[in-house]
């Protein structure tokens, strides 16, 4: 079997490199190599949405991705989500709507909102709906998540010039 | 997950080379999101896993002779926004949007689309392909309601691709490479239904890539369905894909073919023949939806699936007449 691998990626702007075994997830890697705790593991195998990242600008669930094939790549966790000490308009829409409880799935959340509302400014409820599917919460029953989205997408239309 | 070897091969000749003689030797990696969940429950344990990500040449959408050629690698994402596909391949798009998660969208490519395995809970639980236990099969006294209503010999799961009901209505055709160069074979011939858990549900060894997919741009109308319990992620109880050959509002030549219903896509014969001659109205519709589940033969549990499948194949039918 072949050592570890010296893996040089890029974590929010950041360059970042890491030492891992092959078989370890990008997950395993952010949380126990670079001490990015904030993605979360749920089901680790592509169901709950948890571990969502950003990846050379499109998400994937981080589990069903190997830290080796980050490798060059662009990466971004919530922990770039806040500008220094100012939260991303979905974080402060979350507080505001209390569209967490345990918290688990939130980093997954608001990684994969922030991808749609950069895509799509105005997205339609049954758009936000179907765009977070991949993404499960057990504790809030998903409106207040719905209704934190869209109170973010307006806030983020009227802060635009 | 077990220990693996990780190669980067930059080439299809040297992804080729670094497979081996048995699927235990090496395994292809590409959107990862069927393979790694294999090997994290131990029904995949490959000694190496090559990542075909970085080779160019699996990547891209371009026409090629009267073909679309859609490289291996082209994620979901990626063909549902290609212009070229979106004009002449409405049923590909719509195939590819039913896989709801935008993750699995971005991350799942064309080739593992055709490659995943089968979703059957006993072959997932490490009963084999078959789901035997003592000679007999654990889906004919079981849970079957998600499992076949086209049976062939002991092969009761459904086959899990997305695209391939579209493709193979299509008349598209994979190409593969191996060791001793490339072949090529019917997207509807790809999939064979295995008679033991050592056989596979593709046309692949274990020393081969599916390297592209071409799709003949033949004009033909198309559309697709699929029937599913929600639109977020999750596989289709039953979907149908169609394509016609017109001339004027007649229906010249047709093709049905019904997905997630058997171990193979089914090609509906039957169905296509009905449609021969005729302009398709509602009723027309419905008829090759009562031929296409003509031989079915449900378990104790999806008998629901046949209505299912009827309905699909005249939604499909309805919608690609629609358009203009």
């Known amino acids: 079997m072949q050592s570890k691998v010296h893996v040089r990626t890029a974590i929010n702007g950041e360059p970042a490199e890491f030492l891992c075994e092959p078989r370890q997830s990008l997950l395993e890697c952010l949380r126990d190599l670079c001490n990015l705790t904030g993605t979360k593991e749920g089901c680790n195998d592509g169901n709950c949405g948890a571990c969502t990242v950003e990846m050379d600008g499109r998400i994937v669930t981080s589990c069903l991705v190997l830290g080796v094939e980050a490798e060059g790549a662009q990466i971004g966790t919530v922990e770039g989500l806040a500008r220094g000490t100012e939260l991303h308009p979905l974080q402060k829409a979350f507080l505001e709507n209390a569209a967490l409880q345990c918290g688990i799935c939130t980093p997954g959340f608001l990684v994969a909102a922030k991808a749609l509302l950069e895509q799509e400014p105005e997205p339609s409820e049954a758009r936000i709906r179907l765009w977070l599917a991949n993404n499960l919460c057990r504790c809030t029953g998903y409106d207040k998540i719905i209704r934190a989205v869209q109170q973010a997408a307006r806030e983020m239309k009227e802060a635009r010039p | ?324």
């Open chain 2, 1 to 324: 997950m077990q220990a693996f070897e990780y190669a980067n091969p930059m080439t299809v000749k040297d992804a080729v080379a670094l497979l081996g003689a048995s699927w235990t030797d090496a395994n292809v990696l590409a959107g990862g999101t069927d393979q790694l969940s294999l090997m994290k429950d131990y029904i995949h344990t490959p000694k190496r896993l090559v990542n075909i990500k970085n080779i160019k040449e699996l990547a891209g959408i371009r026409k090629a002779g009267g073909n679309l050629r859609i490289g291996a690698t082209v994620t979901l994402d990626e063909l549902i926004d290609n212009r070229e596909v979106r004009m002449a391949f409405p049923s590909l798009v719509s195939a590819a949007r039913g896989v709801g998660s935008p993750q699995i969208k971005n991350m799942g490519t064309v080739g593992g689309d055709l490659c995943q395995r089968p979703r059957c809970w006993y072959f997932r639980n490490g009963f084999g392909l078959l789901a035997q236990k003592n000679g007999r099969s654990l889906v004919d006294d079981g849970q079957n309601e998600f499992h076949a209503i086209f049976s062939q010999g002991p092969a009761k799961f459904v086959s899990a691709s997305s695209l391939a009901p579209a493709l193979a209505a299509l008349g598209a055709t994979v190409t593969i490479a191996g060791p001793n160069g490339t072949r090529s074979v019917d997207v509807a011939s790809f999939f064979v239904a295995p008679s033991s858990d050592q056989q596979r549900e593709v046309d692949l060894k274990p020393n081969e890539i599916v390297t592209q997919v071409l799709v003949p741009m033949s004009g033909a109308k198309n559309a697709s369905y699929e029937v599913r319990l929600k639109d977020g992620l999750d596989w289709p109880y039953a979907a149908a894909a169609v394509a016609l050959r017109m001339k004027g509002s007649t229906v010249e030549s047709a093709r049905v073919v019904l997905g997630h219903v058997g171990p193979t896509p089914v090609v509906a014969e039957g169905a296509a023949s009905a449609l021969a001659g005729k302009s398709i109205t509602e009723e027309v519709a419905a008829q090759a939806g009562e031929s296409a589940v003509q031989g079915a033969h449900p378990l104790s549990g999806n008998a629901y699936k046949v209505q299912l499948a009827k309905t699909a194949v005249k939604r499909a039918l309805m919608e690609a007449v629609k358009r203009a």
